[in-house]
């Protein structure tokens, strides 16, 4: 079955810098990479996702790049803010009409004032 | 547009008895997901329902069961609790065929 690993698990950048969350799949015929943000207390929220179909995808300071060929995914948070702070979390999906998501462990996100 | 809601919010049960939780999707939402998040790890996917009917399952045993009504909520039931069955419990809904899921804010189980 599908394996995603993600890196770093903490990482804590200055306000106004940029952070990169990688994640890695193992299943070729992966083909839908969300990736949600979950608040202390609260449920996971998506923010971006991707599908194979295309290789990089932005809205605003949030952007993702897909790299199908080495099986790996990034999500790019710019010019960052406190209210990033969070934990990350990506997935990916075959179809989820009959396979459910596939999460990475999560990396929490301090953005320093 | 209301999103997904989840209740009770927090439950506490002791070894050996029995939790129900409970999901209602976003309106027009037909899937439903349930998903374990123990502290420290990742989601674990649990059930997933669709037009009533199971349709897939992950790595839990059998005493980790659900349903889902004609109104397409859910209900996630929990026999035999164990003290590592503590977790925050979170449900998902989709439209049908549709790759995005939205999730509630979870039920917090507590085993004593």
């Known amino acids: 079955g599908e394996n995603v690993e993600q890196h770093p698990s903490t990482l804590s950048v200055q306000e106004g810098d940029s952070a990169v969350i990688k994640c890695t799949y193992s299943d070729s015929a992966s083909n839908y990479f969300p990736w949600y943000k979950q608040e202390l207390g609260k449920g996971p929220q998506l923010i971006i996702d991707?599908?194979?179909?295309?290789g990089e995808k932005k809205d605003q300071r949030i952007a993702v790049t897909l790299n199908k060929t080495a099986k790996h995914f990034s999500l790019h948070i710019t010019e960052t803010q406190p209210e990033d702070s969070a934990v990350y979390f990506c997935a990916a999906s075959m179809n989820s009409g009959n396979t459910p998501l596939v999460f990475g462990k999560g990396t929490r996100l301090s953005v320093i004032a | 547009e209301a999103g997904v809601t989840q209740s009770p919010t927090h439950l506490i049960k002791t070894r050996g008895q029995q939790a129900t939780l409970r999901c209602s999707p976003i309106?027009?939402?037909?899937?439903v997901y349930w998903y374990q998040q123990a502290l420290g790890l990742g989601l674990q996917f649990l059930l997933w329902y669709d037009e009533g009917e199971e349709r897939n399952r992950g790595n839990f045993p059998p005493r980790f069961s659900g349903r889902q009504f004609p109104n397409y909520s859910s209900e996630l039931n929990v026999n035999a609790l164990e003290l590592e069955d503590s977790a925050l419990y979170l449900c998902a809904s989709s439209l049908e065929a549709a790759w995005t899921q939205y999730f509630g804010p979870g039920t917090r189980l507590l085993v004593l």
């Open positions: 309106s027009g939402h037909t899937s």
């Open positions: 991707i599908r194979s179909n295309v």
